[in-house]
């Protein structure tokens, strides 16, 4: 196959998901509606209980709600990338990842495809929700949204390799439940998303301990910094880690062979 | 094939089997459910890996020459594949572009294809809107859509009425016909092989009868595939 060959099929891919998201128009409000009602409700709630201080990226005392945007983008992405992985599973029932699989290309290549077109999707809910969160009268950076992207990309890979990876072993729909309550919930409240890991320190050292070495803390983190045009290279590094290794695990269980010697009918046999 | 062999765990699916599917020439691949014919399928279009015998699709080894091989191939699963939130046009020109067409083609050939199905008002229509024989339909076009040499079928015609079925086979055979098209299609139902079709019966895993069909019959004393079939299968069962 030519590079124009892969060109075009990586294209379709991604425009692909780019239709099935704006034929499924309820998946940006429903995106929308969960960071949103954290930041309202849970942010004025919050505001008066708990107090920030001064701390990198931030020059001077601010908003609980400005703080909790950057958990709030990373939560839409988190979301993103499990309910990839949702489709992956559908997709596999369904046959259409057959018909993915069976073209003419590497399987890493078609699996970067899905996961590029996964990444655009959500890019595009968190920059929904950025906007939102400025018209709701939250002091977000306009430049930020400028030099966010690259964080926001890299962050999003990384949710939907673990969503990619998490496919492979998920084998109905409906154990989506499980997901949420063994992937989703704990990688966003052992983090940094809803609370400095200083706070989180005074009150459980062990807790801030887990929750500095969660990849998720690290994409907030990423989010975070990148808002006010600053980069973490502690974080970077562990986004680009930890993406590499997800995705290479995503690659290798997406392997029906395997999945069949592992005693996991990855794709219904006769 | 050469000699292929597959295991689920324990329990082998395909027993070393072996056969050629003859070149412009529609091969049926008859066995009863649990034959072995959907492994087989998943072999051949490289899902699974084989784990002893070779592939050879136009005498290219699909573990040597994957892409290459696959190129060749046009695909339908037994599985309702199309994406059914997309249009005929839009899952027409996905596939297109995953088997590397240009743009130009791709409009050139959907454009056919829809002509030579009789369907050209559903470009537009979402998939999901169409009835299971017109998605059928769309899914051959679909497979044909990069000129394969050879179309791999399983179970194409499982959940569809007769005039369905019959309509589906039907313009099978054209392609078999006008284009040159060599065909394994896959089935559990003895009356969609006719008499100058290569007839391959897989029973247990095993290649238990290839050849042309009307040999076949004649060979067995019966006018009947659905009789020789049963003949076949009972011989073969211990």
Same mark, same amino acid.
């Given at each position: 196959?030519?590079?124009?060959?892969?060109?075009?099929?990586?294209?379709?891919?991604?425009?692909?998901?780019?239709?099935?998201?704006?034929?499924?128009?309820?998946?940006?409000?429903?995106?929308?509606?969960?960071?949103?009602?954290?930041?309202?409700?849970?942010?004025?709630?919050?505001? %008066?209980?708990?107090?920030?201080?001064?701390?990198?990226?931030?020059?001077?005392?601010?908003?609980?709600?400005?703080?909790?945007?950057?958990?709030?983008?990373?939560? =839409?992405?988190?979301?993103?990338?499990?309910?990839?992985?949702?489709?992956?599973?559908?997709?596999?029932?369904?046959?259409?990842?057959?018909?993915?699989?069976?073209?003419?290309?590497?399987?890493?290549? @078609?699996?970067?495809?899905?996961?590029?077109?996964?990444? &655009?999707?959500?890019?595009?809910?968190?920059?929904?929700?950025?906007?939102?969160?400025? @018209?709701?009268? =939250?002091?977000?950076?306009?430049?930020?949204?400028?030099?966010?992207?690259?964080?926001? &990309?890299?962050?999003?890979?990384?949710?939907?390799?673990?969503?990619?990876?998490?496919?492979?072993?998920?084998?109905?729909?409906?154990?989506?439940?499980?997901?949420?309550?063994?992937? &989703?919930?704990?990688?966003?409240?052992?983090?940094?998303?809803?609370?400095?890991?200083?706070?989180?320190?005074?009150?459980?050292?062990?807790?801030?301990?887990?929750?500095? @070495?969660?990849?998720?803390?690290?994409?907030?983190?990423?989010?975070?910094?990148?808002?006010?045009?600053?980069?973490?290279?502690?974080?970077?590094?562990?986004?680009?880690?930890?993406?590499?290794?997800?995705?290479?695990?995503?690659?290798?269980?997406?392997?029906?062979?395997?999945?069949?010697?592992?005693?996991?009918?990855?794709? %219904?046999?006769? | 094939?050469?000699?292929?062999?597959? $295991?689920?765990?324990?329990?082998?699916?395909?027993?070393?089997?072996?056969?050629?599917?003859?070149?412009?020439?529609?091969?049926?691949?008859?066995?009863?459910?649990?034959?072995?014919?959907?492994?087989?399928?998943?072999?051949?279009?490289?899902?699974?890996?084989?784990?002893?015998?070779?592939?050879?699709? +136009?005498?290219?080894?699909?573990?040597? *020459?994957?892409?290459?091989?696959?190129?060749?191939?046009?695909?339908?699963?037994? /599985?309702? $594949?199309?994406? !059914?939130?997309? #249009?005929?046009?839009?899952?027409? $020109?996905?596939?297109?572009?995953?088997?590397?067409?240009?743009? !130009? +083609?791709?409009?050139?050939?959907?454009?056919?294809?829809?002509?030579?199905?009789?369907?050209? /008002?559903?470009?537009?229509?979402?998939? +999901?809107?169409?009835?299971?024989?017109?998605?059928?339909?769309? +899914?051959?076009?679909?497979?044909?859509?990069?000129?394969?040499?050879?179309?791999? !079928?399983? *179970?194409?015609?499982?959940?569809?009425?007769?005039?369905?079925?019959?309509?589906?086979?039907?313009?099978?055979? #054209?392609?078999?016909?006008?284009?040159?098209?060599?065909?394994?299609?896959?089935?559990?139902?003895?009356? *969609?092989? *006719?008499?100058?079709?290569?007839?391959?019966?897989?029973?247990?895993?095993?290649?238990?009868?290839?050849?042309?069909?009307?040999?076949?019959?004649?060979?067995?004393?019966?006018?009947?595939?659905?009789?020789?079939?049963?003949?076949?299968? !009972?011989?073969?069962?211990?």
């Amino acid at each position: 196959m030519t590079a124009s060959g892969y060109w075009r099929a990586f294209a379709a891919i991604v425009h692909r998901e780019l239709l099935r998201f704006w034929h499924q128009r309820e998946r940006l409000i429903a995106a929308l509606v969960r960071p949103l009602l954290w930041l309202i409700v849970f942010g004025a709630g919050f505001r %008066s209980v708990l107090g920030l201080s001064i701390t990198p990226p931030y020059q001077s005392y601010i908003l609980y709600e400005l703080y909790i945007v950057p958990g709030l983008c990373g939560m =839409i992405q988190l979301f993103a990338g499990m309910q990839s992985s949702l489709a992956m599973v559908y997709d596999r029932a369904m046959g259409a990842l057959r018909v993915l699989l069976t073209a003419p290309f590497p399987r890493w290549f @078609l699996l970067l495809a899905r996961l590029a077109g996964g990444v &655009i999707t959500s890019t595009l809910q968190v920059y929904a929700f950025l906007v939102i969160t400025i @018209l709701y009268g =939250i002091d977000v950076p306009w430049l930020g949204l400028l030099t966010v992207l690259p964080a926001l &990309i890299l962050t999003g890979f990384m949710m939907g390799a673990a969503g990619l990876l998490i496919a492979s072993f998920l084998r109905r729909v409906e154990n989506f439940a499980g997901i949420m309550n063994f992937v &989703i919930f704990p990688a966003f409240f052992l983090s940094s998303a809803l609370y400095p890991l200083w706070r989180m320190e005074e009150a459980n050292s062990t807790l801030a301990w887990v929750c500095a @070495l969660n990849p998720f803390t690290h994409a907030v983190e990423l989010i975070r910094f990148a808002l006010y045009g600053r980069l973490e290279p502690p974080a970077l590094a562990v986004v680009l880690a930890v993406t590499a290794l997800l995705f290479a695990a995503a690659i290798w269980a997406y392997d029906p062979a395997r999945s069949f010697r592992a005693g996991r009918t990855a794709i %219904s046999a006769e | 094939m050469r000699a292929l062999s597959f $295991a689920y765990g324990e329990r082998k699916a395909l027993d070393g089997i072996s056969f050629a599917v003859q070149p412009g020439r529609f091969a049926a691949l008859l066995g009863p459910n649990g034959a072995g014919k959907t492994t087989l399928v998943s072999l051949i279009c490289r899902l699974f890996e084989p784990q002893a015998g070779t592939i050879l699709i +136009e005498g290219r080894d699909l573990r040597r *020459e994957r892409h290459r091989a696959l190129t060749s191939l046009g695909i339908v699963f037994q /599985e309702r $594949a199309l994406e !059914s939130e997309l #249009t005929v046009e839009q899952n027409l $020109a996905l596939a297109a572009a995953l088997r590397g067409l240009s743009r !130009s +083609e791709t409009r050139a050939r959907i454009e056919e294809a829809l002509i030579r199905l009789g369907m050209p /008002e559903s470009r537009h229509v979402r998939a +999901e809107a169409l009835n299971a024989g017109h998605r059928r339909r769309i +899914e051959i076009a679909r497979a044909f859509l990069h000129r394969p040499r050879i179309l791999l !079928s399983d *179970e194409a015609t499982v959940g569809l009425d007769i005039p369905a079925r019959r309509s589906l086979i039907a313009l099978v055979r #054209t392609l078999v016909r006008e284009e040159g098209l060599s065909v394994l299609w896959a089935t559990h139902l003895a009356d *969609e092989v *006719e008499k100058d079709d290569q007839l391959i019966l897989l029973n247990r895993g095993r290649v238990i009868a290839d050849g042309l069909t009307r040999e076949i019959l004649a060979g067995i004393g019966t006018d009947s595939v659905e009789a020789a079939f049963n003949v076949l299968v !009972s011989r073969s069962t211990p």
